[in-house]
């Protein structure tokens, strides 16, 4: 589903943040990404969906290469893949429902389409009861089960979260975890990077280290640990 071939990319002010990056992430797998501050990690999941594109080097999803996209197609492929960022990104002005719908209305779905799908996706998230609420009437936790449907409301095959966890205490994130788990027993991709110790030697899955822009551990059922 993602393949990375000597992908290297170094930032207009001289900073290497990918240094020969080779990897394979099949379908339907949980991938964490962990690695210290600076490794490499963002840069790492926005080259996968095209918000920065690598200096050198190829990446394919679904075997379709990104460079070899035009401007006008990377919407296109942002579809396909759900983003979940630490700071959730929800439109104050919309309340539950609408922040969700946006998702659709802006890829002109269908109104009856649209009502199922934002029904059955925040129900998804444990948040149907409170559709009507504005996102500062809700606590972090519920923010992020709402960013949460936004990303997956179109069912995409793919799903990048950078730190969905990182503003929220063990056990809201705990309840993050879950609807991830849920998302990847449906089928879908997901990976994640974090700095959660505890979930990720709890909750076990395949872990990537990027320490100084490459990837220098890669192992499945994995642990967090990492020097320095
Ligand atoms: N837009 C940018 N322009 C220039 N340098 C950047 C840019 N984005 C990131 N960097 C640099 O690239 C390196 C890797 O950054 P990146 O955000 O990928 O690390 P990270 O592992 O996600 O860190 P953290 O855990 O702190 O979020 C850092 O040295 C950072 O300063």
Redesign the pocket.
């Known amino acids: 589903m993602i393949k990375m071939k000597n992908v290297y990319k170094k930032?207009?002010?001289g900073?290497v943040?990918a240094n020969g990056i080779n990897i394979d992430i099949n379908r339907g797998e949980f991938v964490y990404v962990v690695?210290?501050?600076?490794?490499?990690?963002?840069?790492?999941i926005k080259m996968m969906y095209r918000e920065e594109a690598p200096t050198s080097g190829q990446i394919f999803i679904d075997g379709t290469e990104l460079g070899s996209l035009k401007n006008k197609e990377i919407p296109y492929l942002r579809r396909q893949i759900g983003v979940v960022f630490q700071d959730f990104k929800l439109l104050p002005r919309l309340n539950v429902y609408e922040n969700v719908a946006f998702a659709l209305e802006v890829i002109e779905e269908t109104p009856t389409e649209i009502r199922k799908k934002v029904t059955d996706v925040l129900a998804l998230v444990g948040l149907s009861q409170k559709a009507r609420m504005f996102p500062n009437e809700l606590s972090g936790g519920e923010q992020q089960r709402v960013s949460i449907a936004r990303s997956i409301v179109n069912e995409p095959k793919l799903v990048i979260a950078d730190?969905p966890t990182g503003n929220l205490d063990p056990d809201t994130s705990l309840g993050i975890m879950n609807i991830f788990e849920k998302i990847n027993n449906r089928g879908a991709t997901i990976i994640m990077?974090t700095?959660n110790k505890d979930i990720v030697n709890s909750i076990r899955h395949r872990v990537l280290l990027?320490e100084g822009?490459m990837i220098t551990r890669d192992e499945y059922e994995g642990e967090y640990s990492y020097e320095g």
Request: net charge neutral.
């Open positions: 930032y207009s002010n900073v943040a690695g210290p501050s600076g490794a490499g990690k963002s840069t790492f730190e990077a700095h990027v822009g």
